[in-house]
C-alpha cells in the first residue's frame, strides 16, 4: 500500500488521554501515550488509558514512542503501556525527566532518548523534526513528520507566548519554512478555539504574585498543577525578592521542582530551598511554600492542610494561600469546599476564577490557531485534543482562512485517515472501548460492574436469601431480606415483611422439584422491584440467592 | 425577656435552603423556605430541607412566613414544610403565583396573602414593610422588618439595577429614609462579595440575542432558568422584532411562562404564542424556542432534544441554541456534556462560559453591597445566603466602610444572635440535621445508608451466603459468593474459589452449637475484606447472610 495511515486512540473528541498514530505499510509511530480522568458517572474509576488492542496487533511495526511534552494527558499512560509496546521512546530534556520519574515509581525502567527541539530523528519511514512551542510545561514540542506520502504538522498542545518566562520563543522560523516546502496535514489543538484574540503570556502573573505576597503577614502559599514549572519560578522570583524561603510541599511538587531544577529549567538558589520539616523553625513571614493539591484532590497537602490534618503545614491567621489553576471540570466542588475550609481556618485565599491574572491558560486562543494555520499552509487540517463543539469552531476558523470544509476533518478516536497521492479519504473506525484503571487492576472494570455501581450507588441494593428444599421446591425457612443503601433498616420492618410475603407468594406457584432457578431468581427479582418502586420510588438493585438444601 | 432573637435554619455559610426566623417572647415570624442542591457525595438524594425541628416546638408563636421572592433557594421546601408549620403566607404577586403553582403540583392548598412593595403587615410583634429591589426574577423584595426592639433590614438576594427591564427601580427613597430612621441590624446578601465594581444590568443581554437571532438560519432556541421571566421578555421581544413565533417548552418554563404573563409580568401577544405540537407546522426559521434545562438536568427538555429524543423538537443544521445561564456548581460536567450532543447534532451553541454577554448575575457585586451599607447605615451587620468565604470578603467591605469588625457577624445556620438594648450578642447553637428528599420520602435518607451507597458506589459490594446446620455448626453446602459492581463475576473464579475457602476456614474454627451468629459474620466480613484488600486494592461491601438450617 503507498498510504500513509493517521488516527487516534484517544485525544480526539475529549480532551484526555491523547495517543496518536501515523502508519505506513512497514512502520508506525505513536506520538504521546497519556492517561484520561474519570467524569463523575464512573464511579470509583480512578484513571482512564487508551485502548490499545488494535496496536497489539502491529507490534512487530512500531519504531518508537514520541512524547510531545510532560503533561499527565500526553505521558501518563507509558508505565501501564509501556510493558505491552517496549518501543524506544523520544523526548525532549525535561519531559523525559518527569517520564523517568514515572517509570521509576512504578519500578520499571524504560530506554528514553532525549532529543533537543530542533533535532531530527529517523524512525524507519519517519523523519521527525521536533519543533519548540510554548505551552503552560516547558520543553513542549510540536513535530514535523516527514513521510513519503507528504510532510505532516503535528500541532500538540501549544501556545505562542511572545514573552516566555524562560525566553524562548517558539521557532516560528522552522514552522513558516515546513510550510512554504509544503505541509499535507496540520494536526492541530483546538482546546481553546472558541476563546477570541490571543491568550495571555504566562509572565502577566508574576506581577499578580508580588502583590499578593508584599500584602502578606503570614505563610505565602501557592498551589498549582505539579508540573506549571513556569508558574513556580515566578513563585520562587517573589519569594527571592520578598526574602522568604521556598518550601515545596507534597510529593508531586516535591518531585516536579527536584527534576526542573536539575536539568536546569528552574532557577532556586541553594539556601534558599527548605524542607518541610524545616518549617517549623522559621517565622511565618519568611516561609513561601509551594504546595500540591490544587484540584482539591482527597489526599492531597493542600487539601491535608485545609482538614487541619498536616504535619508540618498549619494555617495561622495572616496566611495567605493563592490557587493558581482553575478547576479541571468536574473537580470545581472539590476545590470550592477547600477554599471554604482554609478560609475557615484563617487563611485569606485568593483564585484565579475571582482574579484572573492568577492563572492563564496553556491553549492557544483562535488568533494563535489561526497563526498556525497561516504559517504552516497546510492542504488538510484535522483538529485534536478538543470537544466535538471545539472542534467545530475550529473548522469555523479554518473555513474563514479560506479552507474548504471538505478539508477538515471532524473525527473521533478510532476513525482512520487515509493519505495517499496527495488525497485524504475517511478509513476504518478501529473499535475502541474504555479501559479503566481502578486500584490495581489494569482494564478490569467494565460497563457492567460500572452500571451496577451507579444503580447501587442511587438506590442501594436489597439482597434476598431464599432456602429450598430441592426435592420438593418448599421453602425451609423464612426468605431473609437485607438492605443496604435504600433505606434505613430500622425505619423498613413493614416493607421488609412485606417482601418476604411477596417471595414466599413468586415462589408458591411451583410444585415440585424446581428445574429452573435461574426463572424463579428473576421471578422474585422484577416482583421486589416493582413493589419497592411502588412503595418508595426507588430502584435498589435486587439480588437474589437461593440456597438448595 | 425583652430580646429579638435572629437564626436561620439554613441559608447562612451555604447558598440555599434559606430559611431565616426573627423571635420575640410571644411572636415569630419566618423569611424564606427554600430547598438545598445535594453536592455530588449525596449520591441518589434529589433535595435539601431545611431542618424545622426546632421550630415544630414554637409552633403557637409563629405568626407568617414572608417569601422575598420566586427562586426554589427561597420558596421550594414550602410544600415540604407546610404542612407541619400551617401559618399563612405572604409575598409579592409573582412570588405568590410561583407558590400557588407549586402547592398545586403537589396538591395541597394554602393561604397567600399578596403584597405590593411598598405596602406594610403588622405579624404580632412584627411590623413588616416590603422594598421592591432587582434580581433576576421580577417582583423581588426586601424587608424593613419594625421590632420593639429595634429596626431589622433584611436585604436578600438582589442588585441595584439601574436600567430594569420593566423599568422598576429599587426604591432608593424607602431604603435610606428607613436608614436615616436608625437601623439595628442590617442582613445582607454577599454571594458576590469577592466581585468588584457592579453587576451588569439585565437589559444588556438582548443587543446579544438580537445578534444572535438575526444570524440564525433555523430555529432559534434559547435556555435560561425557568423563573428568570426578565430573560424570557427579552428572548420574545427579538422573536417578535425577527417575526418568529414564541414556543415555550418543557414544563417549568411553559408553567412560568403562563403564570408570569397571567399576573402581567410577561409582555407576549397572544398571535404570538405556539404550543409545543404546533412546532411541525411552521418553517424552522419562524420558530423561536423557549426551553427548560439550562443545568443540563437529565429529563429536562433540552437534555432530550440534546439525546435526540424530544417528541416535538428535532435539531436540525441552522439552529442555534443559546445558553444564558451559568452552571450552577456541580453540574458543570452536565452542561458541557450536553453542549457537545446539541453540536453534535449540527446545532451551533452560544453560551455564556465563552460569551459573557449572555448572562449576568442576579446578585450584587461589591459596590452594591457597600451602597445598600451607605443607605441602610445600621449598628450591625450579618452576611446572608453565601459561603464562608464570602460572609469573610463582607466583612472586608463593612471594614472599609468604617464598620468595626466586632459589629459584623460571620454566623452558621443555627446561631442564634440575641438583641438587647441595642447590643448584639451570640446565643445558643441549635444543632441542625441535614433532611434530605429521596424519592417519595422525606428525611429518610439517613447518614448511615449514605456512607453505604458510597461504599458500594466506589467498590461495589461481595455477597456471601453460608448455609449452617444449628445443630452442628457444620457447614450444610458450599458457601455462595456473589459480586456486584466490585470486579467481573466471569474473570473473578479464582478470587470467589479462595474465598469461599476463606469462608469456610473462619467457620472451621467453631465446634458444636454456635451462639453468636453476629461474631460469625462479622469475622467473614473481616476476613475477606482484608483479603480483597489485599488482592485488589479495593474495598468493596461485604455482607454476609448465615441460613440456620
Redesign the interface.
Known sequence: MEELFFYSLGGIGDVNKSLYVYETEKDLIIVDCGVGFP??TM??VDLLIPDISYLLTKKHKIRGIILTHAHEDHIGALPYLWGDLRAPLFATKLTAGFIANKFRDFSLSAPIKVINPGEKITLGDFTVDFVRVNHSVPDATHLIINTPYGKIYHGSDFKFDLTPLDGKVSDFGKIASAGDEGILCLMSDCLRS??SGYTLSERIIEEQLDKEISLCQGKFMVTALSSDIYRWQMVINVAKKHHRKVVPVGRSVEQAIVTARRLGYLNIEQNTLLDSKQIKSFPAEHLCILISGSQGQAGSALNRVANNDHQHVKIREGDVVVVSADPI??N??AV??M??AL??LGAS?SYSE?DDDLHVSGHAASQELMLLMALTKPKFLIPIGG???QM?RYLKLAEAMGHKKENVFLLESGQQVIFKEQKATLGHKIELKNVLI????VG???N???R???Q??????V?V?V?IASATGNL??QP?V?F?????MK?SEKLINESKHLVKEAIKGHFGKILDWQFIRKKIESTLGKFFWDQ???HP?V?S?I???
Open positions: 467524569d463523575t464511579l470509583g472558541e476563546r471540570p468536574g470545581e466542588n470550592h469546599i477554599i471554604d478560609t475557615k485565599v475571582v470537544t466535538y463543539r467545530k481502578d486500584g490495581l487492576g478490569d472494570v467494565e457492567i460492574v460500572l451496577d455501581r451507579q447501587m450507588a442511587k438506590d442501594g441494593v439482597i436469601v432456602s425451609t425457612a431473609e437485607l443496604r443503601g435504600f433505606i434505613h425505619e418508595t420510588a426507588r438493585m439480588l440467592v440456597i438448595e438444601v
